[in-house]
Structures are given as structure tokens and as C-alpha cells.
């Protein structure tokens, strides 16, 4: 791992170390994570479940809608609310908020999604690839990312 990275809620209550790097990292400016965030976009580091070391406290899992009749769970402090984590339809995959670390500069975009619903005054840089909807991620996530995805997948039984 590059840069040891631990982080938590605002009250302290609900603390995790992230034991490895990401497997990568979104930023994604769809009008749910809008209206989620109260923000124009939020960062999301996507790692292994099994990878994300609980310190202190346990986050609630909360349901929200995020469109049509499917749900994203988030994973909130009990006592301030704050949203740590979410999980989508891969169990396996955690979504950490990369604003709740202790240093949230220590990641970066390596994409951002869902531009179509992006906000005017919000510059992307010409570095990072940006996609209106979702990406291949065959295409874009580096090897050992798909290695490593895959290997979890792998592990996990199948569901009938």
C-alpha cells in the first residue's frame, strides 16, 4: 500500500483503516449522489469489503432509493449520520466515501461518471477520462484491480 489510509464519521463514534489500496476510484456526478451528498458530486473509493477494517463502532445500514424501484444501502454512523460507505449491487465492493478520511487528498479520480448530470460550473480536468454514463471496466481499471476484483468474485458463492 502506498499511503496508509484510516478515516471516519465526524463524531469519531465510527472509525476504519483501509488495508490495501483501492481497487479505483470514482467521481461521480449522478443527481443521486447529488441530492445524497447535498454536493455537486462525490468521491467514491471503491475496495474490497474484506479490506475495509472496522477501528470503532458500527455503521447502520440505511436504504435509499436510487432510482427506478432499485436501493443502495449506506452505511451512516449511528450517532452523527454520517455516510461512510455505501454498498450497490456488489456485496463484495465497498464504496468509501473518500471525504471521510483523515486525508482525503491522499486519492484521486481515476474517472468521473455520470457527466451527463455534471454541473455547469464544475471543470473536469483533461487528464482523467470522464464518461456521460458508466465506463468499461475491462478497459480502465488496471490489472492488478481486475486481478484482484475478479479473485473476490471468485471467492464468493454464487447466488441461485
Request: aromatic share 8%; proline share 7%; glycine share 6%.
Amino acid at each position: 500500500m502506498n499511503v496508509p489510509r484510516e478515516g471516519g464519521c465526524a463524531c469519531g463514534a465510527v472509525r476504519y483503516r483501509l488495508t490495501s489500496d483501492p481497487l479505483f476510484t470514482h467521481c461521480c456526478h449522478c443527481l443521486n449522489c447529488q441530492r445524497q451528498t447535498g454536493s455537486a458530486f462525490v468521491i467514491n473509493i471503491l475496495i474490497e469489503t474484506d479490506r475495509v477494517e472496522l477501528l470503532a463502532g458500527e455503521p447502520q445500514a440505511v436504504d435509499v432509493p436510487r432510482g427506478g424501484s432499485q436501493k443502495q444501502r449506506i452505511f451512516r454512523c449511528p450517532t452523527c449520520q454520517i455516510a461512510v460507505y455505501s454498498r450497490y449491487t456488489r456485496a463484495g465492493i465497498r464504496f468509501v466515501r473518500a471525504g471521510t478520511l483523515d486525508d482525503p487528498s491522499s486519492v484521486t479520480p481515476d474517472v468521473h461518471i455520470y457527466t451527463r448530470s455534471k454541473l455547469d460550473w464544475v471543470e473536469l480536468p483533461d487528464s482523467v477520462p470522464a464518461f456521460r454514463t458508466y465506463y468499461d471496466m475491462e478497459k480502465l481499471w488496471p490489472a492488478a484491480s481486475l486481478e484482484r476484483f475478479e479473485a473476490m468474485r471468485a471467492s464468493k458463492p454464487r447466488r441461485r
